[in-house]
């Protein structure tokens, strides 16, 4: 399917506390990939969109995603859309397969914590990763149909799973203009992950946890220092992976406020 | 001199674009410390006061410290005080010599470099930071014995040799309730500074500079890591001591504004 040609319908409509969050269908050709989109309800005819990367095992609607897609509508008045990325969401050809993974690794089973991020398992994101890529561009050409997301600017949201996601798409296509990345990691020897990383020229900011459990901190500083871009910014916190801190939802609407209105 | 005993003396006072600066004198009963206080131009009866403590070679008017004093002072209601450090600003024996230090460091001169930052000048900085951080406990002594500013908090704000002295400051002043501090490190075997880090526990924002040609990486992570604080963050980004890029300012307002209002 040529660029430009994949469509985003619109499924239904609900608004609350000053947001519209619509239920779209993104149809690339090759996929039918349901995601959401949030709006002011008092929208500028023309408006910038953040485009919202999730977790692994995690989905488009996870509370950290629709919170923060709330506020950057709320306090910034631009459009942010989520997908479910392949075999998460509404795509699990296991449903609620996620759901049992994270079950099992709160249990701190090693099975488990083997199948979900050994070597198996990273070949297969990464095969998914790639075909996710193709979708969120083809995101943006159905986006840019309309004239009100055109122009964009486009940013990227996304850490962990986010990031295999969103870095790539940001290292490849031009029309994302600032994003933020983080609980990611550069691995020794890595070479096809540094050289998209050196890609990346946009604003970045880089969201890390000192206390990670699933990456050292070389890696994860491995990562942020192979970033080409000239703007970016690291925050580190103390805490597991999934403990950033709230007060960083502040700093990635300040980072994208400031890069995209 | 017992605490409580210091004294502020107002030597003139000026006001513009809703900030008052006041030229104040410190007398701490061992040295008479010139200062500066700014306040809200409609300041509320009871607030919160920042301590700001300016670089080496630097003093309590540079351009950083305004800045950020100004915005501190309009963006959150609070007040701020500068003071020279010793052998800074108007307490320099030689007076120059800060300035022809910092022209002759810029020309890249060796022996300059070495005059400034070698074994003997961090001995002196040391022995001075001792005498400074009493005198900043002196002017918390001073300030609250005015309702206005009796019951705090009080906050730190520091990098570079403003850690020098506000780190120690804040270790063992319980008057301290949050900080920023940052460009500054912990070199191995260095356990006074180490247990000093270990002491601070209140919420800390630390800024360092990736490319930083006066400390290595692993030294400036080393003191963040030694940071005895549950609630700490830490801000990298690209470049040398000098070029913490301008948001920062938007950073660290936000650090003081969540933990002092």
């Not at 999730?54 to 008045?77: C, I, M, S, T």
């Amino acid at each position: 399917m040529a660029r430009g040609t994949a469509t985003l319908e619109v499924l239904d409509e609900t608004a609350a506390d000053g947001v519209v969050e619509r239920r779209v269908l993104l149809r690339t050709g090759e996929a039918e990939v349901p995601g959401l989109h949030w709006l002011p309800t008092d929208p500028r005819p023309s408006h910038p969109t953040v485009c919202m990367g999730h977790g692994g095992f995690q989905h488009k609607r996870v509370d950290n995603v629709l919170a923060l897609a709330r506020q950057l509508v709320v306090d910034l008045g631009v459009g942010v859309v989520a997908l479910d990325a392949p075999e998460h969401g509404e795509r699990e050809s296991d449903p609620g397969a996620s759901e049992r993974t994270l079950a099992a690794l709160a249990t701190g089973d090693r099975d488990a914590r083997r199948r979900a991020f050994g070597r198996e398992a990273r070949a297969a994101m990464a095969a998914r990763a790639e075909a996710h890529v193709a979708e969120w561009a083809a995101l943006l050409d159905a986006l840019q149909q309309d004239p009100r997301w055109a122009d964009g600017p486009f940013g990227w949201w996304g850490v962990s799973m986010g990031t295999t996601h969103g870095l790539p798409l940001t290292a490849t296509d031009d029309r994302i203009a600032a994003a933020v990345f983080g609980l990611n990691a550069l691995r020794p020897g890595d070479e096809r992950w540094e050289t998209q990383a050196r890609a990346v020229t946009v604003p970045v900011l880089f969201l890390t946890q000192w206390d990670d459990e699933l990456m050292t901190r070389e890696a994860s500083l491995a990562l942020w220092d192979a970033l080409g871009s000239q703007d970016k910014t690291l925050h580190v916190n103390p805490g597991r992976h999934v403990e950033v801190p709230r007060f960083e939802r502040r700093a990635s609407v300040d980072h994208l406020g400031r890069h995209l209105l």
